[in-house]
């Protein structure tokens, strides 16, 4: 067992802590999902756990570990050399089949690493890590570089496995390999038992009825608080009765007066004590709930067919790069290009994009089309975000209320775009293209690195707001749940 004792952290020279005495434990030989909002410390966790950083409180029990992406410093290397400097102690016939049971021909293991594609080298790296000695894995979001296919093979292979912790945010790649999930939370750290499927049921039950006991409180503190004013009034009253009325000639009765009015006081402090009460149930509910508000988009509107292509082949390095494609596209259309790694998914976005690619065939689009991008690339993003917004004509407003929304911290707002998480870069590159009113959106992997409730704000804008939409992507529930229609690559 990993023991996590009264974890405290923050980095130097910065004021907001990435953990605050939270505790938590793990068995290693559980196939670990790790899950948290982009931004929350799960990276981070991962280098405390190999002892690169200073930390108050305790970590206990953590084996020798091995941190994937592996780097590489020589990719011109074969495949098979890089594969030995990675786990020294492997002999190539174990490197040979734990490469080939991911799906990599053994051939490729004898070219040159920079020649495979990138979901070739993350497999590769993959293999090496799971050879030779003994050692505790910590897996950073391996799919992506993964293409469908690709994911659900790796997938099958880590459920033949034990002893990892994995961070991803694809839904059903988790499902398909994880027993047992890690979650940081707002408040704190959560180890539960299951799939990311059972996980999400249970924290939405949960969610739910911390939601439906908040309501329910707040009704009663509003009922007593109505029961407080009434019961004030009527004290009130009875202590005005104690002088009587000048013009009657009587005399009140003030024992019996004092009588009422003690139990009414008795009464107004047993409403306070329940108001107290309720406000302290209150108080510690709701503390996780992850909110996700509510995206919106304004999509142009068109008449008449976007894009017609006919038998085109675009080109990449003076070669093709998929079979001839004829489609076309129409408002409303929200079509998911698939298709293996280097099949010309991105190269065809390009050209679509107006960008310098040579093709064949015949292409045309709607006269004086808009069109709005997403690369999948966000290593250019650096310096300040007045910057980024000023450059790309945004509306600052709207993009920073955008990324608030998707759970961007404000502190962030003030830092180098190169220090912030690459989930928070693809989230600015996506709050870019929202502030955008275009005809056509193309997306090229927009949910890379994006934590699971981004993906299910962005599914949901979607959904209803219906703009037309070409886009690649690999989250497979993403795909299913978005796209109108699929054209393959070939």
């Known amino acids: 067992m990993i023991q996590v004792t009264n974890l405290t952290f923050s980095y130097p020279g910065s004021y907001d802590a990435v953990f605050d005495g939270v505790s938590f434990q793990f068995d290693t030989q559980w196939r670990l999902g790790f899950l948290g909002r982009n931004g929350r410390g799960k990276t981070t966790l991962l280098r405390l756990l190999m002892g690169q950083y200073e930390y108050g409180g305790s970590i206990s029990g953590v084996p020798p570990c091995t941190y994937f992406p592996h780097p590489v410093s020589n990719p011109r290397q074969l495949a098979l050399e890089v594969l030995s400097a990675v786990c020294p102690t492997a002999e190539e016939w174990e490197l040979l089949r734990e490469s080939g049971l991911l799906g990599v021909e053994s051939e490729a293991l004898y070219r040159p690493f920079e020649t495979l594609s990138n979901g070739e080298q993350t497999k590769c790296l993959l293999a090496a890590l799971f050879c030779g000695e003994s050692r505790y894995l910590l897996i950073d979001e391996p799919t992506n570089h993964l293409d469908a296919a690709g994911r659900q093979t790796v997938a099958e292979y880590l459920r033949k496995k034990q002893g990892f912790l994995l961070v991803s945010h694809d839904r059903a790649f988790l499902d398909g390999c994880v027993d047992h999930i890690l979650a940081l939370n707002k408040t704190g750290v959560s180890v539960q038992s ?197 450059e790309r004509n945004a509306d600052e407003t709207l993009l920073l209320a955008i990324l608030r929304k998707l759970d961007f911290p404000r502190v962030q707002f003030e830092k180098d775009m190169a220090n912030w998480s690459a989930g928070q870069k693809k989230k600015a590159l996506i709050a870019c293209s929202l502030c955008e009113s275009a005809h056509l959106y193309l997306w090229d992997e927009p949910l890379n690195y994006l934590d699971v409730w981004s993906r299910m704000q962005i599914e949901q804008l979607l959904l209803a707001f219906q703009p037309t939409l070409l886009f690649v992507e690999h989250d497979e529930t993403f795909r299913q749940t978005v796209a109108t229609r699929q054209i393959e690559l070939l």
């Open 194 to 390: 299951g799939t990311f499927s059972t996980w999400w049921e249970n924290k939405s039950r949960q969610d739910a009825y911390e939601q439906a006991q908040n309501d329910k409180l707040k009704g009663e503190m509003k009922r007593l608080a109505q029961a407080a004013k009434r019961t004030s009034t009527w004290s009130d009253r009875v202590e005005a009765t104690k002088t009587g009325s000048r013009n009657s000639g009587l005399r009140p009765d003030r024992g019996y007066i004092g009588h009422r009015s003690a139990k009414m006081m008795q009464r107004a402090k047993s409403i306070d004590t329940r108001r107290q009460k309720a406000l302290e149930e209150a108080s510690g509910l709701l503390w996780d709930l992850e909110r996700a508000d509510s995206l919106k988009l304004r999509p142009l509107t068109a008449r008449g067919r976007l894009l017609d292509l006919r038998e085109v082949v675009p080109h990449y390095g003076g070669r093709p790069v998929c079979c001839p494609l004829t489609f076309a596209l129409e408002p409303g259309d929200r079509v998911a290009l698939t298709g293996g790694n280097g099949c010309g998914k991105s190269t065809l976005l390009k050209l679509l994009m107006g960008q310098e690619i040579s093709w064949d065939g015949t292409f045309t689009h709607l006269p004086g089309l808009s069109i709005s991008y997403v690369p999948q690339d966000t290593s250019n993003l650096r310096g300040s975000l007045h910057d980024f917004v000023r």
